[in-house]
Nanobody, 114 residues
């Protein structure tokens, strides 16, 4: 059984920073792409950033230059460093891991205040 556990969310003022972490545990042989998605109230879940097993990254236009995704393959962990946070970044952030299937974490709330 595979589990994804996110941490690092919280309340931050606009312009501030947060770092999210997502640790994958369970029956894992290898993890392919890992990523972060977010869902704001009343909106659909959207891609924030992904990173391949080889380190290739992909970002939504709205976060380019502000967010950085990284991973530690030895720890089966993916990170999202979020800088220059905006009110529009407020959402529940979910991590995703493609192993044999796609797995999701439970989500962590990020709230940006003015």
């Amino acid at each position: 059984q595979v589990q994804l556990v996110e941490s690092g969310g919280g309340l931050v003022q606009a312009g501030g920073s947060l770092r999210l972490s997502c640790a994958v545990s369970g029956s894992i042989f290898s993890i392919n792409t890992m990523g972060w998605y977010r869902q704001a109230p009343g909106k659909q879940r959207e891609l924030v950033a992904t990173i391949s097993s080889g380190g290739t990254t992909n970002y939504a236009d709205s976060v380019k230059g502000r967010f950085t995704i990284s991973r530690d393959n030895a720890k089966n962990t993916v990170y999202l460093q979020m800088n220059s946070l905006k009110l529009a970044d407020t959402a529940v952030y979910y991590c995703n891991a493609h192993i044999r299937y796609f797995y999701w974490g439970q989500g962590t709330q990020v709230t940006v205040s003015s």
